[in-house]
C-alpha cells in the first residue's frame, strides 16, 4: 500500500502573499515608505519605521481583526496549482499557522475561496492558552503529532529546529548565511513541485 504523505504548510508569505500588503496598508496609515525588500526581521517592523512599539500593536491587532483584510489577500497561483496536485494525489495537507485562534473563520474561508481545501486538508491555529515557550516549539509540537513527512516554511528560526525536510521560501528576512542539510531555500512551488516528486514521487 502507497503510504500517505503528510504534508505541513506555512499560510502567511508561503501560500497568501500576506506582507505584501501588510507593508502597502503600514505606509498607508503611518505616512512611510517601507520597501518590502529592506524588511529583515517580520516580527519588529517598527525598526524600519520610526514608529513607536504600541502604536504598531495597536495596528497590527486592528488588522488582524478585519475579515475583510484577510480575505482578500491574494494566493501565490503556483502554490494553488501544487497543492490542489498533492491533495488530488491524496497526501494530507495540514496549514501550520502562527495566526490566533480566533482568524480562524476568516483562515478557513480564505482557503476555501482560492482552492486550499479539501477533505484531506486541515488548519491549526496558535492558541495562546497553551504554555510554548516559542513560535518554533509550537509548530514543531504540532507538526510531531501529526507525523509530517516535510513542511514549507519562510521563517528560518522555524525551519531551523526540524529534522525532516524543510523548504525554506525565500524572503528578505530569512537570507541567513548557513542553513542546516535538511533545510532547502527554494524560490517557487514549481521547485518544491520538482523536489518533492524527486523524494516522495507525489
Known sequence: MKKTI???????????????????KFNRHFGTEIAYEEISDFYYFEKYSGIEREKVNVFIEKLERDYEYHLSLKPYDEAI????????????????TLRPLYMKKVTLDWLKKHGFWSRNATA?????????QSDAEYKKSVADHLGIDFLIEDAWEIATVFKIP????????????????????????????????AKFKI
Open 6 to 24: 503528510k504534508i505541513g504548510i506555512d499560510i502567511d508569505n508561503v501560500i497568501s502573499d500576506t506582507f505584501s500588503s501588510y507593508v502597502e
Open 81 to 96: 496549482r501544487v497543492i490542489r496536485k498533492w491533495m488530488k494525489e491524496e497526501a494530507k495537507v495540514h496549514y501550520i
Open 124 to 132: 491549526h491555529l496558535y492558541d495562546e492558552k497553551e504554555p510554548y
Open 166 to 197: 524543510v523548504y525554506l521560501i525565500d524572503r528578505p528576512w530569512n537570507r541567513v548565511a548557513a542553513l542546516p542539510e535538511n533545510v532547502k531555500r527554494v524560490h517557487s512551488f514549481l521547485e518544491i513541485e520538482n523536489l518533492v516528486f
